[in-house]
């Protein structure tokens, strides 16, 4: 399976916890073992995460790899998860593929960012298995070097809309950028064989439950 990932750690204020980083270079140790070339690179900018995003696509552009694994500031890496998510993007060649990320509804309720094709939205518990996605979140998400031809630039938008009597609506640069793979004729697919950690004010994994 020879490829090359670059992992992007992201940030709008330039500091990472160092279980991030820490988790982050053992998945990149793990990948080396299982033949996978893997490089850290860093992305910040104050303005907001589509800026930090577009910031770091911009320069995984200007090397070689073949994909561009975003990780954001508050999400652990499992060991194992560059190797995992590269062996779904060889089930699903071309596609746009996750981890499985949680976090909070209303700040105290545990969810999956992974809300399956057919308007289910999001799951409540980690997927057994490859899950079909009409969006996945942006804090683990692996993207084949193809993709950013297919949505163009700006690669990652933050939509905004005035809806009258409802107020502003917005439309984050993740769920955006899935749709657009998916109007692009691509697909979207989580993996439930990497489960990460995310650092709110607690590790929500540990809400949802099981091993990451």
């Excluded at 992305?43 to 995460?49: E, I, L, N, W």
Aim: hydrophobic residues 40%.
């Amino acid at each position: 399976m020879p490829t090359s990932v670059e992992i992007c750690l992201c940030s709008r204020d330039g500091r990472f916890d160092r279980d991030v980083m820490v988790a982050a270079e053992a998945a990149c140790v793990c990948a080396a073992n299982h033949g996978i070339g893997c490089e850290l690179a860093v992305a910040v900018d104050q303005y907001g995460v589509a800026p930090v995003r577009n910031r770091g696509t911009a320069a995984f552009l200007s090397r070689d790899h073949g994909y561009l694994l975003f990780v954001d500031d508050d999400v652990i890496l499992p060991e194992a998860a560059v190797a995992l998510l590269v062996q779904a993007a060889v089930r699903h060649p071309g596609d746009l593929i996750g981890g499985c990320v949680p976090s909070l509804l209303d700040g105290r309720r545990p969810y999956v960012q992974v809300a399956p094709v057919g308007g289910m939205g999001w799951l409540h518990e980690w997927p057994e298995s490859d899950v079909e996605a009409e969006r996945i979140g942006g804090g683990c998400m692996l993207i084949p070097r193809g993709l950013f031809s297919l949505v163009g630039c700006p690669w990652f938008r933050w939509l905004e809309r005035y809806v009258e009597g409802k107020g502003l609506r917005a439309l984050s640069e993740d769920a955006d950028f899935c749709n657009r793979v998916r109007e692009g004729g691509r697909r979207v697919w989580a993996t439930g064989a990497v489960r990460c950690g995310h650092k709110k004010q607690i590790d929500v994994a540990t809400l949802i439950g099981g091993e990451m």
